[in-house]
């Protein structure tokens, strides 16, 4: 089901991913509509799977994991499902993307130490070959999607 995005889904779209725990009554006040109609766009906006779910932000950092590091792997293709598995059982694993190009896979993993970092990566050296990134600061994370208008794509 393809959703018309106008202008006030967008503005609901903003105030939803900066706190989404507002209630409607709250988003309602902060674009200027009612509360049943912000109630019906959002949740016509979830039908759609415009909005596919509500999480919390967890700081890492906080948690101790002070080393993040990205990960780019190839392997065959028929290490495809190998390397899924053990993305979707390793708790350091953040996020796993295949892609085009010369990597397959590009793997974001958050760990408490070096030495964990290294564990991670001699995993998926069983796999395929391994190069990794430190990241050093993430200046742009976890960036709010702005849908843009028909007019601008």
């Not at 796993?96 to 991670?120: K, N, P, W, Y």
């Not at 993430?138 to 794509?153: C, E, I, L, N, W």
């Amino acid at each position: 089901m393809e959703l018309e995005i106008d202008e006030t889904d967008r503005n609901l779209l903003q105030v939803v991913q900066e706190d989404a725990r507002l209630s409607f009554r709250e988003v309602a006040r902060r674009v200027g509509m009612s509360t049943p109609a912000v109630a019906e766009r959002i949740r016509k906006l979830e039908g759609a799977g415009v909005i596919s779910g509500y999480t919390a932000r967890v700081e890492r950092l906080a948690l101790g994991e002070e080393v993040g590091a990205f990960l780019r792997l190839t392997v065959s293709d028929l290490d495809y499902r190998r390397v899924t598995g053990l993305c979707a059982t390793l708790d350091a694993v953040i996020e796993c993307h295949h892609v085009t190009g010369d990597d397959s896979f590009f793997i974001r993993v958050s760990v408490h130490s070096i030495a964990e970092l290294e564990d991670v990566i001699s995993r998926f050296r069983k796999i395929g070959d391994v190069r990794s990134s430190l990241v050093l600061s993430s200046p742009v994370d976890g960036k709010p999607v702005r849908p843009a208008s028909r007019a601008t794509r």
